[in-house]
């Protein structure tokens, strides 16, 4: 399973807040373990979230635009569900959560998008043949009646 965000990026993010969130209590030290588990969870999340719009096979395909802006929301809920695993939870953690989770609920819910690595002539998905992302494509067979065929008959 593809994790979105490593300990890395919440490092990076969050340096002096990780390692005072996610203390052992015994040790003091980071428990990078439960760390992993939290972005194990988190990444989890947000495919369950996104499965209303897009597939397993699609969110595979991101472009690292768009695994940016889900490495910035796994990165929130991963941090949220650490800090309550550590019982350390802050309003801030809290609230970058909810933003993070209503974000992701708006793009499930087509008023954003996440856009693919695989690109076509144009780099949106369909619009080299003209179909923009969100239409139907139908297909149906050739007429059998035509002027050509009924005057054979």
């Known amino acids: 399973m593809q994790l979105y965000a490593s300990i ?9 807040q990780l390692t005072l969130i996610a203390a052992n209590e015994q040790t003091g030290l980071r428990d990078d373990a439960r760390i992993t588990s939290g972005l194990t969870d988190a990444s989890a999340e947000i495919r369950a979230i996104l499965a209303a719009r897009y597939s397993a096979a699609e969110l595979a395909q991101l472009d690292e635009a768009s695994l940016a802006v889900l490495r910035l929301y796994c990165i929130d809920i991963a941090f949220f569900r650490i800090a309550l695993d550590f019982s350390r939870c802050t309003e801030a953690i809290k609230e970058r959560h909810a933003a993070a989770m209503k974000r ?3 793009i499930a819910a087509g008023k954003g998008a996440l856009t693919s690595a695989i690109s076509n002539n144009s780099g949106a998905p369909g619009e080299a043949d003209g179909i923009g992302a969100n239409e139907v494509i139908l297909t149906a067979p050739g007429r059998i009646f035509t002027r050509e065929r009924l005057d054979r008959i």
Do not use: H, N, T
């Open 8 to 16: 890395a990026d919440i490092d990076a993010r969050y340096p002096d």
């Open 104 to 106: 992701l609920e708006a």
